[in-house]
Antibody
Framework: QVQLVQSGAEVKKPGSSVKVSCKAS????????ISWVRQAPGQGLEWMGW????????NYAQNLQDRVTMTTDTSTSTAYMELRSLRADDTAVYYC?????????????WGQGTLVTVSS | YEVTQPPSVSVSPGQTARITCSGD??????AYWYQQKPGQAPVLILY???ERPSGIPERFSGSSSGTTVTLTISGAQADDEADYYC???????????FGGGTKLTVL
């Protein structure tokens, strides 16, 4: 069965970076894309960006494009999202989701979420 | 680009709930709907405006008219109480957008 298993919770200082992993199983990573979505406490869903796991093409949300990098490691079927220059308002649960390979849409499977807390 | 949902909808058990999502690009871009319960990851309940993934009950249906798409829950149950999010994309940038979410209360 399709599963996306994310790395564990992180506590980071303002100005530092975080890298969240998302290990895919039950399907071929390169046949799909991976989108990343975050949810601040008590808030709605915010799309962060998408990576085509076959071509490694990316499409980032405009408000994050200077601070985020999404990559994949096909040898381990793992996707990564790195966010730099962390601020308090980056505190959120971060989700990876399987998406269409040619659009960033259609999130049919989700990871369990990774809580990232940014605090001094 | 934004898509807009009502913040809350209430429905009595067994009745029909409708949640709308409005956006200028919706005539050109598909809409997707997700259900999220507290402490859980979202679940895809409708894709490409009207299609239902396997395992999603038939009481969830979708429709589209112009710049508005609608999620309809027929015969709402207590277990349907959740936040519902509409998702679509900006036609120019292909960036994904989520609506602000609608809290469905079944009482």
């Amino acid at each position: 069965q399709v599963q996306l298993v994310q790395s564990g919770a992180e506590v980071k200082k303002p100005g530092s970076s975080v890298k969240v992993s998302c290990k895919a199983s039950g399907y071929t990573l390169t046949n799909y894309g991976i989108s990343w979505v975050r949810q601040a406490p008590g808030q709605g869903l915010e799309w962060m960006g998408w990576i085509n796991a076959y071509s490694s093409n990316t499409n980032y949300a405009q408000n994050l494009q200077d601070r985020v990098t999404m990559t994949t490691d096909t040898s381990t079927s793992t996707a990564y999202m790195e966010l730099r220059s962390l601020r308090a308002d980056d505190t959120a649960v971060y989700y990876c989701a399987r998406a269409s390979v040619d659009t960033a849409m259609d999130f049919d499977y989700w990871g369990q979420g990774t809580l990232v807390t940014v605090s001094s | 680009y934004e898509v807009t949902q009502p913040p809350s909808v209430s429905v009595s058990p067994g009745q029909t709930a409708r949640i709308t999502c409005s956006g200028d690009a919706l005539p050109q871009q598909y809409a997707y709907w997700y259900q999220q319960k507290p402490g859980q990851a979202p679940v895809l309940i409708l894709y490409k405006d009207i299609e239902r993934p396997s395992g999603i009950p038939e009481r969830f249906s979708g429709s589209s008219s112009g710049t508005t798409v609608t999620l309809t829950i027929s015969g709402a149950q207590a277990d349907d109480e959740a936040d519902y999010y509409c998702q679509s994309a900006d036609s120019n940038t292909t960036h994904v957008v989520f609506g602000g979410g609608t809290k469905l209360t079944v009482l």
